[in-house]
T-cell receptor, first 114, second 110 residues
Framework: NAGVMQNPRHLVRRRGQEARLRCSPV?????VYWYRQLPEEGLKFMVY????????ESGMPKERFSAEFPKEGPSILRIQQVVRGDSAAYFC????????????FGDGTRLSIL | QQQVKQSPQSLIVQKGGISIINCAYE??????FPWYQQFPGKGPALLIA?????SEKKEGRFTISFNKSAKQFSLHIMDSQPGDSATYFC?????????FGTGTRLQVFP
């Protein structure tokens, strides 16, 4: 049974480039959550998606950040025109249906901005 | 009102001792309180969780104590081991998103 798979595990980008982070949920799970962890801090909720729908994006920065979870394929968190402050670990979690706990987390993508 | 406050920030315990981490919340709508354990370079892994209809839950060496009236909950690790050295996060949820505390770095020395 594969858990939540995130790739790449490490991503290095220069300022101004785009970063694409991928998350494949646990098989059968149709709900995906993205969280960001800044160094030495707790995880902060960013966005909650179901297949083809954004349910809650209250934690997403208004600009440069977007997320999708298509009918087929992984969920994608996209950061355009990255800045140094985007350097963080980005974690994805999944659950089988709305309101289900616990959420299962992947091992994250560590994004470094040069 | 969305915050979960966690203390202490770091904790050093002798092997065999008891580790205690505390969290407090404001939002009475929270109905799920998990604790996650995170090792360096890894994602958070669920350790133990509780709902507000019980005051205590125990799983092996790990116990959650929950005080609904005080809006506080705590994690107790009995007989702490060096392998328990990690960062621990409390969290709370009432919709689908988890609100995390700021974490406690636990070091258990032999």
């Amino acid at each position: 049974n594969a858990g939540v798979m995130q790739n790449p595990r490490h991503l290095v980008r220069r300022r101004g480039q785009e970063a694409r982070l991928r998350c494949s949920p646990v098989k059968g799970h149709s709900h995906v959550y993205w969280y960001r962890q800044l160094p030495e801090e707790g995880l902060k909720f960013m966005v909650y998606l179901q297949k083809e729908n954004i349910i809650d994006e209250s934690g997403m920065p208004k600009e440069r950040f977007s997320a999708e979870f298509p009918k087929e394929g992984p969920s994608i968190l996209r950061i355009q025109q990255v800045v140094r402050g985007d350097s963080a670990a980005y974690f994805c979690a999944s659950s089988p249906f709305e309101g289900f706990q616990p959420q299962h987390f992947g091992d994250g993508t560590r994004l470094s901005i040069l | 009102q969305q915050q979960v406050k966690q203390s202490p920030q770091s904790l050093i315990v002798q092997k065999g001792g008891i580790s205690i981490i505390n969290c407090a919340y404001e939002n009475t709508a929270f109905d799920y309180f998990p604790w996650y354990q995170q090792f360096p370079g890894k994602g958070p892994a669920l350790l133990i969780a509780i709902r507000p209809d019980v005051s205590e839950k125990k799983e092996g060496r790990f116990t959650i104590s929950f005080n609904k009236s005080a809006k506080q909950f705590s994690l107790h690790i009995m007989d702490s081991q060096p392998g328990d050295s990690a960062t621990y996060f409390c969290a709370a949820s009432w919709t689908d998103k988890l609100i995390f505390g700021t974490g406690t770095r636990l070091q258990v020395f032999p």
